[in-house]
């Protein structure tokens, strides 16, 4: 008999040196969504050009919240570039939000960008626009050619932390200095 497949929702992979991909080098991508399909997530470690403030305008939605206005916006992958996403916690329900675990959701529908505006939206938020995606087992073998490290996600890594210091950060959460890596993990 096969041993259950085991899905990494909820879980941070932390780009390692040796991956030299334009796009993700140093990268730390939550995964949002992993089943036999493949798996979705956003880098959280990357700004995009915009601010929440010029997206904002861009959607015809009013807010004076200067922190609001000036709060960066992740280029959250190569992946529908076009497509918003915002990561919050808290347990207020949007019309399109996907449970992530402890605390923690992905909202893709306006509504939570205007109760953000209201200043009534989530306490803590990331906003990204695009996504980073694997086809059917693609994750897993990427995983197996030592390209990713995997952690349990944080809060403190998601929502706190500057973007220059949440790959070092995420990888030191399970004692990992990665700027003293030897550029691949081995297998036991």
């Given amino acids: 008999m096969e041993p259950p497949r085991q899905y990494f929702g909820n879980h941070l992979l932390i780009a390692l ?55 960066p916006v992740l280029a959250g992958g190569p992946v529908h570039p076009e497509r918003g996403f915002v ?47 694997w086809g059917a087992g693609q994750l897993e073998q ?3 050619d030592d390209c990713w490290l995997l952690v349990p996600s944080r809060h403190d890594v998601l929502f706190q932390l500057p973007l220059a210091q949440r790959w070092q950060a995420a990888a030191g959460s399970i004692g990992i200095d990665l700027l003293n890596h030897a550029g691949h993990s081995g297998h036991a």
């Fill in 17 to 71: 040196p040796s991956l030299r991909d334009r796009y993700f080098e140093r990268s730390v991508i939550l995964i949002c969504q992993h089943d036999d399909d493949g798996a979705m997530g956003l880098v959280i470690n990357r700004a995009s050009e915009y601010t929440a403030g010029e997206i904002l305008r861009q959607m015809g939605i009013a807010s004076t919240d200067p922190a609001l206005q000036s709060k």
């Fill in 87 to 133: 990561l919050h916690d808290g347990s207020q329900p949007y019309e399109s939000s996907l449970a992530l675990g402890d605390d923690l959701y992905l909202t893709t529908s306006r509504d939570v960008l205007e109760a953000m505006a209201r200043g009534e939206g989530p306490r803590q938020t990331l906003l990204a626009l695009g996504c980073a995606g």
């Fill in 142 to 144: 990427e995983l197996l």
